[in-house]
């Protein structure tokens, strides 16, 4: 079956260091880009940034740039998204999405990794 | 950054009734690239709609996309008890990509 399955939900303190991942299942992982998006307690999505797991380039949204590292290591078909010092205002629950191109939007959905920073 | 402003925030209906979901954008999208996804509670995003018009594969053809340039509709012709969801629109071609608020669809 083709899926994107995350890690697990996390609950951590300020100050601490997370790495969330995203495993592809069933397509050729190196043929899509994975994007990350948040979406805050009762808020809207938010676009984060998008890697192409074939050469890791990755691109951020301007809101992020700085904030969050997103990688991949195609041998074993995940991507990833880490923070060095969270703050309580990464509470969020985090998706990751497959994208082919830029004309079509993501596709396939992850089931989401809920992510809880407080102290 | 373009922004999506979604309305109604909330839609009750009975079964059957038709509902009808709007995404206005703050600048007009280049060749409507605009996706409509449905969102369950502890559910990943579905992809319903994407080009503003044309439906992902498997999607019931009650749901229908429309719409150009800054304005765009969803329409579901006739709502089920399974549509009850969070209904969010997408544009993306204009970096940085951005998504609207959503609209919750409720079964009265």
């Known amino acids: 079956e083709v899926q994107l399955v995350q890690s697990g939900a996390e609950l951590k303190k300020p100050g601490e260091s997370l790495k969330i991942s995203c495993k592809g299942f069933g397509y050729r992982f190196t043929s899509y880009w994975i994007a990350w998006v948040r979406q805050m307690p009762g808020r809207g999505l938010e676009w984060m940034g998008i890697i192409y797991p074939h050469d890791s380039d990755a691109k951020y949204s301007p809101s992020f740039q700085g904030q969050v590292t997103i990688s991949a290591d195609k041998s074993i078909d995940t991507v990833y998204l880490q923070w060095t010092s969270l703050q309580a205002s990464d509470t969020a629950m985090y998706y990751c999405?497959?994208?082919?191109?830029?004309?079509?939007?993501?596709?396939?959905w992850g089931q989401g990794t809920l992510v809880t920073v407080s102290s | 950054e373009i922004v999506l402003t979604q309305s109604p925030g909330t839609l009750s209906l009975s079964p059957g009734e038709r509902a009808t979901l709007s995404c206005r954008a703050s600048q007009s999208l280049s060749a409507n690239y605009l996706a409509w996804y449905q969102h369950k509670p502890g559910r990943s995003p579905r992809l319903l709609i994407h080009g503003a018009s044309r439906r992902a594969t498997g999607i019931p053809d009650r749901f229908t996309g429309s719409g150009s340039g800054t304005d765009f509709t969803l329409t579901i012709s006739r709502v089920e008890p399974e549509d009850i969801a969070v209904y969010f629109c997408?544009?993306?071609?204009?970096?940085?990509?951005?998504f609207g608020g959503g609209t919750t669809v409720e079964i009265k």
């Open positions: 999405a497959r994208r082919e191109v830029d004309w079509e939007p993501p596709e396939l």
């Open positions: 997408h544009q993306y071609n204009n970096s940085p990509l951005t």
